[in-house]
């Protein structure tokens, strides 16, 4: 009787144990995109994203960026951030900030300055390499860069947040989440509407 409750205790606990750590779920983004079903996997599903910087005299930037692979040559990125550690250096309660549950704005991210944790930017590269992107591009005719953000109806929101150990310490997180966006051609004047987007992925501040 005992060696039977010690055995019913062992596989709870690991029942237990692998409903923690899939809590969230598996990496990956499933979306609409104009209304056919796509799927796609993590970069990494094996391990982690990583966060990015951008340094200047001023200081780094710091932010996440993380690709999802959709068919052969296709893939959708999700930058979160930026924000700027006062220190130098970013902390890891600075990094968790930058997932924490909630609605996010829609902005161009990979500029210096955009010292915003609550903004997002969804870029996709289709199967014949030409770039989308939520943030609309162009050149006018002096040259100049120009950069509108335009999602009326849009929306992105991260759902659930738990951190991860990563070597044994604590210094990663997974986060799901979900959005529906306008992504204009970059360069261009074609447009794709993404809707009922859902992605799950870990990420680590080293």
Known sequence: MKKLILLC???VSIYLLSCKKDKIGSQGITFKLDG???????????????????????????????GYAVGTSGNVHITLGQIKSPQGQLSF?????????????FDSLMVL??????????????????????TKEY????????RIINQPGSSFVVDEVEEV?????LGGVK??????????ERNGNGQKLVTDATFTTKVTMH
């Open 165 to 169: 150990k990563v070597d044994g310490h």
């Open 36 to 66: 056919q079903l796509t799927e796609g996997a993590a970069d990494n599903p094996a391990g982690y994203g990583l966060g990015y910087s951008i340094c200047s005299t001023s200081g780094c930037y710091y932010g996440y960026g993380g």
């Open 9 to 11: 205790f062992y596989f």
């Open 175 to 184: 986060f799901a989440g979900r959005f529906n966006c306008i992504l204009y």
């Open 93 to 105: 309660d600075d990094f968790k900030s930058l997932f924490k549950p909630g609605a996010r704005q």
């Open 113 to 134: 300055g955009q010292l915003n944790s609550d903004r997002v930017e969804v870029q996709f590269v289709d199967r014949s390499g030409k770039r989308w992107s939520t």
């Open 139 to 146: 050149y006018d005719t002096g040259g100049s860069l120009v």
